[in-house]
Nanobody, 125 residues
């Protein structure tokens, strides 16, 4: 099991940037795939990005070219650099961990066993 805590959310104007971080506890962090999801009230949780244990990255089409996911196994952290933010990026962002990676299901929240509490990102126009 991996415990996750997200930080870095906040209020930003459209076109601005934010960097989210997720601190993980647990000795198996380096072997986990780490994902970011987001959710707006009344909607399903949406895949944003994932980074595998060997640093392969996958992105949702809506964030490709604007967001960058990275990890630091020495510090047990995963980050999401978000640039060129727009109002549609407003959501609660969640960090998630999975001990496995499957190209067929990496964007499915059910694939992930452990979740953080979420951090709010609000983009104003």
């Amino acid at each position: 099991q991996v415990q996750l805590v997200e930080t870095g959310g906040g209020l930003v104007q459209a076109g601005g940037s934010l960097r989210l971080s997720c601190a993980a506890s647990g000795r198996t962090f380096s072997s986990h795939s780490m994902g970011w999801f987001r959710q707006v009230p009344g909607k399903e949780r949406e895949f944003v990005a994932v980074i595998t244990w060997n640093r392969y990255t996958y992105y949702a089409d809506s964030v490709k070219g604007r967001f960058t996911i990275s990890r630091d196994n020495a510090k047990n952290t995963v980050s999401l650099q978000m640039n060129s933010l727009n109002v549609e990026d407003t959501a609660i962002y969640y960090c998630a961990a999975s001990p496995q990676f499957d190209e067929r299901s990496y964007n499915n929240p059910r694939t992930y066993a452990d979740w953080g509490q979420g951090t709010q990102v609000t983009v104003s126009s």
